[in-house]
């Protein structure tokens, strides 16, 4: 089941009046007192550039971009892989098209004191929720992509002579191409959903650690700071995944 | 043939199970067999049904709120341009952002209880239910709009028969997609909350080191989030019998 | 380099099925080397299957196809296609469109830019080499797949509908081109329409084929002198004759 489109953040003056609104509402809110768990934006900020002053967000933002890594990249070539395989071989997609369609929608997060059972509570756990979370997405799309090639295009290659790595190479890859990016850049995005769900759980290390810590403490600017970082990881990651889609698909 | 290729993935499943529990990964993997044994177990003593009916109680509360909140958000939305242009953006933002982080600050400001769980339910599936209605309304085809003013129709008659009917696949698709999110959402809140429902009778066999029962515990979650999903779907198929 | 001399193409008694449909039952044709030759008929009667057992791309299920003095069992260097959807990789520039089918058989990269820059030339899309098939209009995107089919110099030029996704003005202008290239450059041709005009138009010889189960209906010479893009033929009594003929014979099949 595919997310709703991932749409282009059209940015622009509506995009602008509405974070400077937020902004001044919630800075307002905060002086007025309204309540302990929203404080006014600017002590936000005051505690964020502490928290990164004295070490502690890129001490915990670089093990968690650190488990990010280590946790996509692999779910990013087996995916492509997977999918591939999925989208060219009729016997392979019937195969596996149930677990993966199953899996894609399923609260995995169910999954993770199963991989703590496996590996106890090391930060390896992270990167295989981050793996977890982002496979089969890729999967899904890449398959989608491979299957989608225009028959005619086959057809025509087949009559120009193509043999079976010709036409892999030359029609099923690039056509699969957009769809593949795509998936890869759901993937990243479901990717850093699994890295904060991971860390919470295990509470060891990482950003998703912060969060649980200054929770229990009541330390309320900081726990928001620590949002703020992460929904910035966030949106960076999708804005690279973005410009290397950009990047790779010149042609549409 | 597709069936035996089917039923061929599931027994290979089994077995690499069960293989995976003799294998020493680590002492703490049931079999198949075990797992079997555990849910009857749980089942029979009454803790599998409490927590669930808790669960689902956080689930429906949160879920449908994010219904009744989100849809007609996102129909008006889309009808009033500049609503949705602004909202938008607040909206995209949420689903950037991994929600699971929100939970830590929804926790303390409703506290240990089943409002909390409901509340990070909704965080979870509203925004997509709502980007989804939005979308619905946007996309409606223009020509039908204006075949509907060549035949002089109402601004109300344009919006029931037109409007919301374009729109329905769309909201269908969000609230299927809300509803697998809700139950991420659901997951995560009982996991970390812990005193409740599904995730609490996960996270209690964890430390005490049952893990048949965990393993059972799990699986029955993941089987009740498909019963639910495919339940939707059907209820989608049935409503929009008219798509290809 | 002097352009491969055209074969003839014999069909023998073809016939295909796809489960229960009978697309094809005991097709006989002799296209003579060099014949400009349409098939037509309703829809569903076989023309495109007929097409590609000829192009090898499906196999029959009876009889055999012989291209020259070679049977027909797969896709050969021969026989080139056009496509009705243009079949152009998105992905690619109008140049690497054209160079596709070169590269595929292992013509080296210089030769395989010139062989394709001198095809696009001939087409009349000289300029346009660095082009996307995404900004080219229809009538331009199939000149390229006509390019394409050309450089690799086939002694047979199969067209599958190849003017059905034109507009009118366009589809004139290139049928005078088409005809004009293959007086320069004498081809086996087959092409299939549903336009009786366009069969009359091109072709020495018109086939009629009849729907389900497909049989070769009936063979329509077309006498009127070439070349026919210079002269007005559209305007003359002979024209309309002949396509009233074939009229008739289509009406009844119908």
Not at chain 2, 230 to 240: H, Q
Not at chain 3, 7 to 26: E, N, W, Y
Not at chain 3, 119 to 143: C, D, H, N, T, W
């Amino acid at each position: 089941m595919k997310p709703p489109p991932a749409g282009e953040s059209d940015f622009g003056r509506a995009g602008l009046a509405a974070v400077v609104g937020l902004l001044v509402a919630w800075e307002a809110l905060g002086r007025l007192n309204v309540s302990m768990f929203v404080p006014p934006v600017s002590h936000v900020a005051v505690a964020w550039w502490q928290l990164l002053a004295n070490g502690t967000l890129v001490r915990a933002a670089s093990s968690s971009l650190a488990s990010l890594v280590k946790g996509f990249v692999p779910a990013a070539v087996l995916g492509v892989a997977v999918g591939l395989a999925m989208g060219r071989f009729a016997t392979v997609r019937h195969l596996l098209n149930g677990w993966v369609n199953a899996l894609m929608s399923a609260p995995l997060s169910a999954l993770v004191p199963v991989l703590i059972a496996i590996f106890g509570i090391r930060d390896t756990v992270v990167a295989a929720t981050v793996f977890m979370f982002s496979f089969f997405v890729i999967v899904v799309n890449t398959m989608t992509g491979v299957r989608g090639t225009e028959r005619s295009l086959v057809e025509m290659a087949r009559v120009f002579g193509a043999g079976e790595a010709a036409l892999f190479g030359r029609i099923y890859l690039p056509a699969a191409l957009p769809a593949m990016m795509l998936g890869l850049r759901l993937g990243v995005v479901q990717a850093v959903k699994g890295m904060v769900v991971g860390e919470m759980l295990i509470s060891l290390v990482g950003l998703g650690e912060r969060l649980i810590y200054y929770g229990n403490t009541f330390l309320i600017t900081e726990l928001y700071a620590v949002i703020v970082s992460v929904l910035l990881i966030a949106l960076i990651t999708s804005q690279l995944a973005q410009v290397a889609d950009r990047a790779l698909i010149r042609w549409k | 043939m597709v069936f035996a290729l089917r039923t061929a993935s599931v027994v290979a499943f089994l077995l690499l199970w069960e293989w995976a529990a003799r294998v020493p990964i680590s002492f703490n993997f049931p079999s198949p067999g075990a797992t079997l044994m555990a849910l009857i177990a749980l089942v029979r003593s009454g803790a599998l049904l409490s927590a669930t009916v808790t669960s689902l109680q956080s689930l429906l509360l949160g879920f449908g709120g994010a219904v009744v909140v989100g849809v007609p958000l996102g129909l008006v939305m889309g009808v009033v341009r500049p609503v949705g242009r602004v909202a938008r953006v607040y909206l995209d933002v949420l689903i950037a952002l991994p929600t699971a982080a929100l939970i830590p600050l929804v926790i303390l400001s409703f506290g240990i209880n089943i409002a909390s769980s409901a509340v990070i339910v909704f965080v979870f599936s509203a925004p997509f239910v709502t980007m989804n209605a939005y979308g619905g309304v946007r996309d409606v085809r223009p020509r039908l709009v204006e075949m509907a003013q060549a035949f002089d129709a109402s601004w109300g008659q344009l919006v029931t028969r037109i409007v919301l009917p374009s729109a329905l696949p769309m909201v269908m698709a969000g609230l299927r997609y809300g509803l697998s999110r809700a139950f991420v959402g659901l997951i995560v809140a009982e996991l970390l909350l812990s005193p409740f429902g599904l995730g609490r009778l996960i996270m209690m066999s964890r430390s005490m080191f049952e893990h048949d029962r965990m393993f059972a515990t799990v699986l029955w979650t993941l089987l009740l989030a498909g019963a639910a999903l495919t339940a939707l779907a059907r209820l989608e198929a049935r409503l929009l019998r008219w798509r290809a | 380099m002097a352009a491969p001399a055209p074969v003839p193409i014999v069909v023998d008694g073809v016939s295909k099925a796809f489960g229960p449909v009978h697309a094809l039952v005991d097709i006989h044709l002799r296209v003579r080397a060099g014949e400009f030759l349409s098939l037509i008929g309703p829809s569903g009667c076989g023309k495109t299957t007929l097409l590609k057992t000829l192009a090898g791309l499906v196999p029959a299920d009876a009889g055999r196809v012989v291209v020259g003095d070679r049977v027909v069992r797969g896709p050969g260097r021969e026989c080139s296609v056009v496509f009705q959807d243009f079949a152009l990789l998105p992905w690619a520039t109008v140049q690497k469109n054209v160079e596709f089918g070169l590269l595929l058989r292992g013509v080296p990269a210089a030769e395989r830019a010139g062989t394709a820059r001198r095809a696009i030339g001939k087409v009349g899309l000289a300029g346009f080499e660095e082009a996307y098939p995404a900004q080219l209009s229809g009538g331009m995107q199939q000149r390229v797949g006509l390019a394409r089919a050309l450089a690799v110099s086939p002694r047979v030029l199969l067209m599958d509908e190849p003017f059905a996704s034109i507009d009118e003005q366009t589809r004139r202008l290139f049928q005078d081109d088409l005809l004009r290239l293959w007086s320069e450059e004498r081809k086996t041709v087959v092409l299939v329409t549903h336009s009786m005009e366009e069969a009359i138009y091109l072709s020495d010889r018109v086939v009629v084929l009849s729907p389900r189960p497909g049989r070769v209906q009936q063979e329509l010479d077309v006498p009127l002198p070439r070349p026919r893009e210079t002269a007005d033929v559209r305007a003359t009594a002979d024209f309309a004759r002949l396509v009233d003929g074939l009229w008739k014979i289509l009406r009844k099949l119908q």
